[in-house]
């Protein structure tokens, strides 16, 4: 368990609505002493049944019609009755209040939990959350706060059917002080016997918030990778995985639920078997009359049950605890790897200016594996540079690092020569409109995908936009045109389509600097071609970074940098590295031998480049 978790749950409800959380209490307080004055009730309508206790009845009852008459009440069997139910009738108007404020609370818990997560994840360092499993942070955030607000529906049960159980103890006492004692000496027997009987159910527990959270993750990627599933007939090995798991979740939730049910039953057996034994001895050995038993006895027959569920709220609160624990522990291990606040750095960006981009010894590993060594060169303002080399060599890990998303090792990134550390990192990458290779798209309109790089824009931006990224003419074509709902990922279009709303959602910004991954790596050449006399009007206007495979569309570029293996091999114009005879020069000449488009990492298969050619500045 979690140190402290306890005195954290509590703190962080009381933190999230302090009056309300006073407002259950109060009203839990209110409610159950309505309860017990409803109970005192009965003793003036039993006296005037004709039923006296030797006194045990006759003086509480004498004692109630002094107040009463004190405020001019007379005491009647009709007066009594109709007390009695009024008294009922306010203590169930204060429980459904303060069962809605305890609803509400409830609700408030599930949102604000939801919410941090929310906010914890937008702010986590990219290297971190890139190796978290996906349907791991997902179950996290949507059902684990869902279960942990139970917390709070046991936690309020506990308070109102404590206050409820000391009403009932404090007349039961008046009553006969006696055969209260007894009735409590039992109750503690029974409490000891069935607490040493049950379980701890907390590794139960455990397991089946373990179980739950690997298969919401294998059920997500199911459906994410079912395109392949069914194309390989994968079906019967993701079923017998998922079914192994619904099974272990099945016998775990069964465990779970038979627990309270098992307290219940344990402790009302022995509950009745001690009733019945008080009843004996009350009247036999204490002497007691019937009538005073009797009411003693009811009174702790509808206290018992009141005990009986305390200990099965603390039970059940034991139960849950380990989903709040789940919650709050990734909280605390996202928020410390949060991006650091260099976020709020005095430098920013401003927008349409093409920063002068130097990379200086940079160096990046993933753990103990190296992905960039020491590479450093010159991006010039306005100019447009390529980055070439084989899958591996860490030309994603260089632009992740421009990006700030991941952290050098050792070595600079300097934009206008300030250090990316000290830059305000939400301009610089305002600044920036990047292409991945493979486009993300949200499941909504095409307008909307477009639109998501610069909210607030108007039909006539976004068309523009559309039209750069050689789009118009497809939007045109569908029913619902900009309106169109691309589906979850963009599945209803093909990979040519999703890649150019990804380049128009990215020219839409107006970027200082442009980075294009594999830009046309899904187009077929006509729409290659296209796209690439598109790009090249922005020659000279913004700095474009290339990332390609497809050595013939990089013709045109400023500058060429070659990576092989995390360091930087080459470096120059396409004619100066063809020259060269280099490495450069020995991939154009594999990939011109080879049909259009095979990708790069397809066609080098050869040992790491000795030679090391330094790169221009």
């Known amino acids: 368990m979690t140190p402290n978790i306890y005195p954290r749950f509590a703190k962080d409800v009381i933190t999230l609505a302090p009056v309300r959380t006073v407002m259950v209490i109060v009203l839990s307080a209110v409610s159950s002493l309505f309860e017990g004055l409803s109970i005192t009730m009965l003793f003036p309508l039993l006296a005037l049944s004709g039923i006296d206790g030797d006194g045990g009845i006759s003086s509480i009852a004498s004692y109630i019609d002094h107040v009463l008459s004190y405020l001019n009440i007379n005491i009647s069997i009709y007066s009594s009755a109709i007390i009695f139910v009024t008294f009922v009738i306010i203590q169930h108007t204060f429980f459904l209040l303060q069962s809605w404020q305890s609803a509400g609370l409830q609700v408030m818990f599930v949102a604000y939990w939801r919410q941090k997560l929310i906010d914890v994840y937008l702010k986590s360092n990219w290297n971190y959350f890139s190796e978290k499993n996906s349907g791991h942070l997902s179950h996290v955030m949507i059902v684990e706060p869902d279960r942990a607000s139970n917390l709070i529906s046991y936690l309020t049960n506990i308070i109102m059917t404590s206050f409820t159980a000391v009403a009932y103890l404090v007349v039961a006492f008046i009553t006969s002080w006696q055969i209260s004692l007894l009735l409590i000496a039992c109750g503690i027997v029974i409490v000891t016997i069935t607490c040493f009987i049950v379980r701890n159910p907390r590794k139960i527990a455990e397991e089946q918030a373990r179980v739950s959270r690997n298969f919401t993750s294998n059920a997500q990627e199911m459906i994410s990778g079912m395109k392949l599933i069914r194309a390989s007939e994968g079906a019967e090995q993701i079923k017998l995985v998922l079914t192994t798991m619904i099974s272990r979740i099945q016998a775990s939730n069964r465990l779970l639920a038979m627990h309270p049910a098992f307290v219940r039953s344990t402790f009302e057996v022995a509950a009745v078997a001690s009733l019945a034994a008080t009843l004996v001895v009350g009247i036999v050995?204490?002497?007691?009359?019937?009538?005073?038993?009797?009411?003693?006895?009811?009174?702790?027959?509808?206290?018992?049950?009141r005990i009986s569920s305390i200990q099965q709220f603390m039970h059940s609160f034991r139960l849950y605890m380990p989903f709040y624990e789940e919650v709050v522990g990734t909280l605390d291990e996202v928020a410390n790897n949060a991006e650091p606040e260099a976020r709020g750095g005095k430098y920013r960006i401003s927008q349409g200016h093409s920063p002068d981009i130097v990379v200086n010894e940079a160096s990046v590993a993933y753990g103990r594996m190296p992905a960039l060594r020491n590479v450093s060169f010159r991006i010039p303002a306005r100019h447009t540079v390529a980055i070439?080399?084989?899958?591996?060599?860490?030309?994603?890990?260089?632009?992740?690092?421009?990006?700030?998303?991941?952290?050098?090792?050792?070595?600079?990134?300097?934009?206008?020569g300030v250090p990316l550390e000290e830059i305000n990192v939400a301009s610089w990458r305002r600044a920036v409109g990047y292409v991945a290779q493979d486009t993300f798209l949200f499941n909504a309109t095409i307008r909307d995908n477009i639109a998501f790089a610069k909210p607030g824009a108007d039909d006539l931006q976004i068309c523009a936009a559309a039209e750069k990224a050689q789009l118009c003419d497809f939007i045109?074509?569908?029913?619902?045109?900009?309106?169109?709902?691309?589906?979850?990922?963009?599945?209803?279009?093909?990979?040519?389509?999703?890649?150019?709303?990804?380049?128009?959602?990215?020219?839409?910004?107006?970027?200082?600097?442009?980075?294009?991954?594999?830009?046309?790596?899904?187009?077929?050449?006509?729409?290659?071609?296209?796209?690439?006399?598109?790009?090249?009007?922005?020659?000279?206007?913004?700095?474009?970074?290339?990332?390609?495979?497809?050595?013939?569309?990089l013709r045109q570029a400023d500058l060429i940098h070659v990576l092989d293996q995390g360091r930087l091999v080459e470096s120059g114009t396409w004619t100066e590295l063809i020259k060269m005879a280099g490495h450069f020069s020995r991939l154009w000449q594999i990939q011109s031998a080879t049909p259009e488009g095979t990708p790069l990492q397809q066609v080098v298969g050869r040992a790491p480049i000795s030679t090391v050619e330094q790169g221009r500045p």
């Open 285 to 305: 050995y204490l002497e007691q009359s019937g009538a005073v038993v009797l009411l003693i006895v009811a009174m702790f027959i509808r206290l018992y049950p």
């Open 388 to 416: 070439v080399g084989p899958s591996g060599a860490g030309k994603s890990t260089l632009v992740d690092a421009i990006l700030g998303l991941v952290p050098l090792q050792s070595g600079t990134i300097e934009i206008d």
């Open 476 to 553: 045109n074509s569908l029913p619902d045109g900009y309106d169109s709902i691309v589906g979850d990922r963009g599945v209803k279009l093909s990979g040519g389509q999703r890649q150019r709303i990804g380049l128009a959602r990215a020219l839409l910004g107006d970027p200082a600097v442009l980075i294009l991954d594999e830009p046309t790596s899904s187009l077929d050449s006509h729409t290659e071609a296209a796209i690439i006399h598109d790009i090249e009007k922005l020659r000279g206007k913004t700095t474009i970074i290339v990332i390609a495979h497809r050595l013939s569309s």
